[in-house]
């Protein structure tokens, strides 16, 4: 399997070296050269395979022998062994559930199988591997859990200080072992250019292995296409058009249900949904790509000012004689945007209206998903359901006005005590850390 930079196509790399460095030297984004087409066959008799023989199937297409099978299926096994439901609102509307990972996010199915892959490739290496991750909640409690104790594997979480909700932040901060968590006086989008930085600097990555967990790395977004068909497989028996709602922030999720379509996988369309941070919506509807600052919503892991997918979108998407790339763009994705009074109305309307209890990220991709179906009725719509709403329990108790159960995974964690260090947004400080630490 050969991956190329976004930046220069020229510039290739092969899937050990993609995943272990994460970012080409050039800043750009890996992608595959070929995204193989899967046999009508494979979506065709979809119903007879296990979540997990998806898993198998796709990845021995795309990965063409990078990694011996026994050895890939065991990687799958560790990786997949929690499911993706589909749960039935009504005739039109479903949602997917993500959050059955140990972080209780869809992260878990990214961060599992990037762990698999990467410490796989790197049993020949003695040095060790540090990752470095930017979160704005949910990465970092994913990507610990997915690592921890991982030998030869140390993870370094930078979070915003006071940004993430109070489970979150115990998911980063409890594991300890080979888990580390910085705690940045600032906002995501620091957390992220700080790492971006460390990647591009020479001096620090001559002497220390790093490299990155974020869903920039190919790794993580591969599996993240493995559930659109796990999906599609549980409704494919109804016979209309699929379309999937994707609460969205740096756009991984999407962009893994592009590489899905490229796959094979029979869908047409995809709705972006946006809290009020929504540069990907606007850029739908303008043409013009403007990233800014984030804005702080209750649906915070999509708080994001500059989606760090968009080169992917805009290579899957590219133009040509005929349609120019925004144009294509506007064809399989329409997006929408919502405030976060839209969202506390959406949770509550979800839970009278189907006693259902979504959490707000799956709450903006309910709204987008109504609004689409509007103009749209001919669609059956699935929801992504990014979170499982106890990860954010004072504002859903807060909107719903009633307590919400917490799955046992996640009480366990409150009781265990936070272990963070504080930092500034200062690179040179952050620089001076790493160098200290490993
Ligand atoms: C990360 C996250 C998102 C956004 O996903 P992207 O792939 O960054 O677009 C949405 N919801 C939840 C709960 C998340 O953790």
Known sequence: MKLYSTKNKENLADLKEAVLKGLPDDNGLYMPVNIPKLPKEFIDNIADYSFQEIAFFITSHLFQGAIPENDLKRIIESAINFPAPVIKLDDQKYILELFHGPSLAFKDFGARFMAQLMSYFNQEVSKELVIL???????????????????????????????VSHLQEKQLTTLGDNITALEVNGSFDDCQAMVKQAFLDRELSSQVRLTSANSINISRLIPQSFYYFEAYKQLKAQGQDIVFCVPSGNFGNLTAGLLAVQMGLPISHFIAATNANDVIPQYLKSGNFEPRPSIRTISNAMDVGNPSNFARMLDINKGTEKSSTWNNMKDHISGYAYTDADTEAAIKEVANKYGYIIDPHGAVGYLALKEYQETNPNTVGVVLETAHPSKFLPDMERVLNESIKIPSRLAELAKKTKKSTQISTEYSAFKAWVLANY
Do not use: N
């Open 133 to 163: 991750v930017a979160t704005s909640g949910d990465t970092g409690g994913a990507v610990a859990a997915g690592f921890y104790r991982t030998p030869g594997i140390k993870v370094v979480i930078l979070y915003p200080s006071g940004k």
